[in-house]
């Protein structure tokens, strides 16, 4: 009986970058390895500057990491040209830009590029595909718009629907819940649930990380604090220790840990040495 090819991952090991992070500072990503299975969802938490757009950018292929490498289905990332990584990795940055002078539906038809040969005009398939997306994130009725009229959410699920619209096998999202309303945020987290693509996020709620993500790497000072269920990584004396407030979990009515966090916080206690 022929075995089964495993499930595609997205590896990182060994990894060691020091890149540009603006106004002159360096995120130092040390030592950070991740697997993630087909289907899964993963978050990468953490305080400010910890790494974790550094990460994700890495893992987009947008950053070479200075040692290791990054796997994609077993392939490495720097080996594929452009077009074949944009066919399996789709991208949502925290702050979109570019093609704001276009309307939504054709902000959205531009994640099919990808799928296109040279001077391919995109088909009515093609069209029914970013139309599908644009349902999928609740912004169908905005299509004719231009981007540059939306407001910061409404732009946000734009750019959500066109990395649907990519079908890629991994998607990558940095704050992906940023200027959405609650209601919003649920819906996009569930949306990316119910996708069950590859998926690695970036979030700064902890209780959204806990309730949608499969498992969490938490990020600081560009190292990993702890990587594995949400129950085992948020713990109250960890997140104490990190974010220097205190923590105290719940149990919600759909058996999801949630966290209240008392009101006094102080600044976080500086990380014991790594032992050799």
Not at 128 to 155: D, M
């Amino acid at each position: 009986m022929p075995t089964a090819d495993p499930p595609p991952v997205l590896h990182t090991f060994g990894l060691d970058c020091a890149v540009g992070a603006g106004r002159g500072r360096r995120v130092i990503l040390r030592d950070v390895a991740l697997t993630v299975a087909a289907g899964e969802v993963v978050g990468l938490i953490g305080p400010n500057g910890g790494g974790k757009t550094t990460l994700l950018r890495t893992l987009s292929g947008a950053l070479p990491p200075a040692r290791g490498q990054v796997l994609l289905h077993g392939r490495p990332l720097h080996r594929l040209t452009a077009r074949q990584t944009a066919r399996e990795v789709a991208l949502v940055a925290q702050e979109p830009s570019g093609e704001l002078a276009l309307s939504v539906a054709e902000t959205v038809l531009l994640g099919r590029t990808p799928h296109l040969g040279m001077l391919q005009r995109q088909s009515r398939h093609d069209e029914e595909i970013a139309e599908r997306a644009l349902r999928e994130v609740g912004v169908h009725h905005l299509a004719p718009q231009e981007v540059s009229s939306l407001s910061g959410g409404e732009r946000q699920r734009v750019m959500i629907a066109r990395a649907l619209a990519q079908e890629a096998t991994c998607l990558l999202l940095d704050e992906p819940t940023n200027h959405l309303d609650i209601g919003f945020q649920h819906q996009v987290l569930q949306l990316l649930r119910g996708l069950r693509i590859t998926t690695v996020v970036v979030l700064h709620d902890l209780n959204l990380a806990a309730r949608y993500c499969d498992r969490l790497l938490l990020l600081d000072d560009g190292g990993v604090r702890a990587s594995g269920r949400p129950d085992d990584v948020l713990a109250p004396d960890l997140l104490d220790e990190v974010y220097g407030v205190g923590a105290d979990p719940v149990a919600a009515s759909d058996g999801t840990a949630q966290l209240l966090f008392r009101r006094e916080a102080r600044p976080p206690s500086t990380p014991k040495e790594h032992r050799p």
